[in-house]
């Protein structure tokens, strides 16, 4: 299957800081790529679609700007957490829409867990 | 009714039996549908993907897609610990998003 990085794996950072997380389709383009968070012993909930050269499209009740997502290159996808707060802290997985085959399937990038104390 | 069901398990079987698990969805327009397995505190990985009514077997995983029953399921033959997972089911249903079922815990017991 195709490769998805994502980095950093876990963050811990202060009440009101800004966090960048990287997603990274490291062996085809992507032109759509998506964000998840996922909170201990719950489903995955889609947060928004990152498409290349385009504004992100966002899910009912995510913030957007709370949660910036930057689409600058067909290999690069970046979330921004602005100022976190305690419960912003989950687990963010991206994940990379492979347009080969089909150009449906989705590979998930390994997730960052991100603790805001 | 949720887009995408599954019965959140525990699925518990003996290690060398089938598990079974199954997924229904609501959208009649869904031609897409995939299995991904998520092990404790990690991401999830594809396992397999279907398009077409019927069987399509990989390995000891077979997935089965009835699209008049709006049915899809995952077999897994001779399970073995190593598969105890959450297995989630996801629909495309025609839109660039997949829409995932919350998934089905599998406990494979030695």
């Known amino acids: 299957g195709a490769v998805v990085s994502q980095h950093p794996s876990r963050v811990i950072c202060k009440s009101g800081t800004s966090v960048k997380i990287e997603c990274r389709s490291l062996d085809f383009q992507a032109t759509t790529m998506f964000w998840y968070r996922q909170f201990p012993k719950q489903s995955l909930m889609l947060m928004a679609t990152?498409?290349?050269?385009?504004?992100?499209?966002?899910e009912q009740g995510v913030e957007k700007d709370k949660f910036l997502i930057n689409h600058a290159s067909l290999t690069l996808s970046t979330l921004t957490v602005t100022s976190a707060h305690p419960e912003d802290s989950s687990f963010y997985i991206c994940?990379?829409?492979?347009?080969?085959?089909?150009?449906?399937?989705?590979?998930f990038g390994p997730g960052t867990r991100l603790l805001v104390l | 009714q949720k887009e995408v069901e599954q019965n959140s398990g525990p699925l518990s079987v003996p290690e060398g039996a089938i598990a079974s698990l199954n997924c229904t969805y609501s959208d009649r327009g869904s031609q897409s549908f995939f299995w991904y397995r998520q092990y404790s505190g990690k991401s999830p990985e594809l396992i397999m993907f279907i398009y077409s009514n019927g069987d399509k077997e990989d390995g000891r995983f077979t997935a089965q897609l009835n699209k008049a029953s709006q049915y899809v399921s995952l077999l897994i033959r001779d399970s073995q610990p190593s598969d105890s997972a959450t297995y989630l089911c996801?629909?495309?249903?025609?839109?660039?998003?997949?829409?995932f079922g919350t998934g089905t815990r599998l406990q494979v017991f030695p």
């Open positions: 990152s498409n290349e050269g385009s504004k992100a499209t966002y």
């Open positions: 996801a629909v495309n249903p025609n839109t660039d998003k997949l829409i």
């Open positions: 994940s990379a829409r492979d347009p080969r085959g089909s150009g449906l399937t989705q590979y």
